[in-house]
């Protein structure tokens, strides 16, 4: 691969989660090959044989914890066999490292049901534990569903294919959160969703299943845009899509939803964090808990630290196996902690069912007019993070990143992640999008084979079906998911900047950066800048629902910071004589981005 396609490569590789190791670097040995014979005798190789169960994958090179002053595997060049797309690979292997998937997803799939439905007060549809639990199972299904949609590679007609077929797994995309949230904030505003008042003067915000209908209707509606993009070639969504708007959608999203995770980290981002004096609220998550401190208490932010701190001694002492998960393993510690000091509230787990299943509970669908334009915004990031990632799934799996078949593999992804944006509407999910993270499974694993991809499916689909381990996720209390959830934000953050970092930072690029960060950023650090702009009180119902989804855009930097790239890419010269330096082939390959 030439330097260019390398760079490429980087800049397309948008990871959720710090880079893994560099085992992805180390040339692969050849997998074995499938086995040869009918049907009957390859199932009878494949579940009657040891080489056929097991293989002869090192499975201690997945499990062995990384020991203090010793080299890595990968230095020592001493690395298991690489299984590649269409190697045979033993059952056991695939089960294993489909766990493998399904764990290091799981943070990411009920972080987004988590926060949207958590009883937060105005940014939350405010759902009983039922309703949650619920989400968190239907998330985990979807999850499920839909990645194999993405594994799988269907031929549709001329060139055109629905799906990757790669080891590409789709979850809750967190693009959708800050939108979704605007959205929650205005029909609580306008009265859509109820809210109630005590004789202390608390407010109590209602469940709101309507707001939850209006989001899933406009999101299903905004679908058709990404589905459309999928027809257009490639290489002009990566012109209009280029590194410089990728990397600022992708910082932007981060930024905001630490906010969420702070909130949290301190707490709860409910009533209590306002720290009311006296009343239900008075302490978080409320005076009913088992245990409960008021908002920012070190309590709290010692729990959050604990979670915290977790995640970075996996990735200094863990196994491979334990690295790929070590979200998971950093909430699992702060739940035996926090479990062990009385702060869980059981109610949850023993009120929800055994099983649980898709449309058990139903939402009114409908468009909510103020957020169509928003949505498209969203779906304009889920086509761009679709392309980067598929782009570093073909790179860990030592596939072409050019030519006919890598762009057929771009098109067949981009046109899944938004028919799965429709489906997962239909199925009462959020927004699906392509997973980065399980990117650096494939390359510490050394394993890209769909098989794993298909057992990753089926591990979800147990995880969401078995309703009480979703209700575990509604006892853990929010201090310990804040911990969590601050560092999977802050690395969609770093994500961003990553991306970034591959730009040749002429000053097109830093006008756009800057540009963009203005408002987008602006936006953040001063809230309520556009709050007293719009103050129309009229009956015009058309020219209101403009003027809210004006509010709307600009109340969410993420949609308006990207907006403002993609605008500043397009009509910005590549002129020499303007910006100084660049010299006439490095113009070129600047407009060739």
Same mark, same amino acid.
């Given at each position: 691969?030439?330097t ?13 989660? $710090?880079?893994?190791?560099v ?5 692969p040995?050849p997998?074995?090959?499938a ?29 062995m ?8 595997r ?5 690395? $298991? ?49 039922t309703?949650?639990?619920?989400? *968190? ?11 194999a ?24 995309s ?25 004789? &202390? ?25 990404e ?24 910082? %932007? ?9 702070f909130?949290? +980290?301190?707490?709860?981002?409910? $009533? ?11 302490? !978080?998550?409320?005076? #009913? ?5 008021? +908002? ?55 009120a ?7 449309w ?15 949505? !498209?915004?969203?779906? %304009? ?35 899944? &992640? ?7 509407? %239909? ?5 699906m ?8 499974? *494939? ?15 089926a ?29 999977l934000?802050?690395?969609v ?11 040749? +930072? ?15 950023? #602006? ?5 309520? +800048?556009?709050?007293?702009i *719009? ?59």
């Open positions: 691969m030439d260019d396609a390398k760079d490429k490569v980087e800049v397309a590789a948008l990871t959720e989660q $710090p880079a893994m190791d085992e992805a670097a180390t040339e040995a997998g074995p090959a086995a040869k014979g009918s049907l009957a005798q390859r199932l009878k190789h494949k579940f009657t044989t040891y080489d056929g169960l097991f293989g002869t994958y090192d499975y201690a090179f997945l499990c914890p990384r020991l203090p002053f010793t080299k890595p990968a230095i020592r060049k001493d690395v $298991p066999t690489f299984y590649y797309l269409n190697d045979d690979i033993p059952i056991t292997i695939a089960i294993v490292l489909g766990f493998q998937h399904a764990l290091a997803m799981l943070a990411g799939v009920v972080t987004v049901p988590l926060i949207l439905t958590a009883q937060s007060g105005v940014s939350g549809l405010n759902f009983d534990s309703q949650r639990q619920h989400q *968190i199972s239907v998330a985990l299904i979807v999850s499920g569903l839909l990645s949609v993405q594994i799988t590679r269907f031929k549709l007609f001329g060139k055109y294919y629905l799906g990757t077929g790669l080891l590409s797994v789709v979850g809750t967190f693009a959708t959160l800050s939108t979704a949230q605007a959205v929650i904030k205005q029909m609580y505003a306008n009265g859509t969703c109820s809210t109630s008042t005590a004789a &202390d003067g608390t407010t109590t915000y209602l469940p709101c299943p309507d707001a939850y209908g209006a989001i899933l209707g406009t999101a299903a509606l905004c679908s058709v845009i589905i459309a993009l999928s027809f257009t070639p490639p290489r002009i969504l990566q012109r209009v899509f280029s590194p410089v708007v990728t990397g600022i959608a992708i910082l %932007l999203i981060g930024a905001d939803l630490i906010t969420s995770g909130e949290a +980290w301190a707490g709860g981002s409910g $009533p209590c964090i306002d720290r009311p004096s006296s009343g239900y609220y008075s302490d !978080c998550p409320n005076t #009913g808990a088992p245990i409960h401190y008021p +908002w920012g208490d070190a309590h709290w932010i010692g729990l959050g630290f604990l979670v915290f701190a977790s995640i970075y001694a996996v990735e200094i002492f863990g196994s491979p196996f334990m690295r790929n998960i070590q979200v998971v393993l950093g909430l699992l510690v702060g739940c035996i902690v926090s479990g062990a000091l009385g702060y869980w509230d059981r109610s949850s787990i023993d929800a069912p055994v099983v649980d299943f898709l058990t509970q139903t939402y009114k669908l409908s468009v909510y007019g103020p957020a169509v334009i928003p949505f !498209c915004f969203v779906y %304009l990031v889920l086509a761009m993070e679709a392309i980067g990632d598929v782009t570093a799934t073909c790179d860990v799996a030592y596939l072409p990143v050019e030519g006919e078949e890598y762009e057929s593999r771009i098109q067949g992804g981009v046109l899944a &992640d938004g028919m799965n944006g429709l489906l997962s509407a %239909l199925m009462t999910g959020t927004p999008s392509v997973f980065a993270q399980n990117n650096g499974v *494939i390359a510490l694993t050394r394993c890209a084979n769909t098989a794993a991809g298909y057992a990753c499916c591990w979800l689909l147990i995880f969401g079906i078995f309703a009480k381990f979703a209700a575990v996720f509604i006892a853990i209390p929010d201090a310990v998911l804040g911990g969590m959830t601050t560092f934000f802050a690395s953050a770093t994500s961003g900047i990553r991306v970034l970092s591959f730009l040749k +930072w002429t000053r097109r690029d830093r006008i756009i950066v800057a540009g963009a960060l203005t408002i987008g950023l #602006g936006n953040y650090l001063v809230p309520t +800048w556009f709050s007293y *719009i103050t129309y009180a009229g009956d015009n119902l058309a020219l209101t629902g403009f003027l809210d989804a004006i509010e709307i855009i600009v109340s969410s930097g993420f949609v308006s910071g990207s907006f403002i790239a993609i605008i500043l890419n397009l009509i910005l010269p590549y002129d020499a004589d303007i910006y100084g330096k660049e010299t006439d082939e490095e113009v070129a390959d600047l407009k060739r981005q």
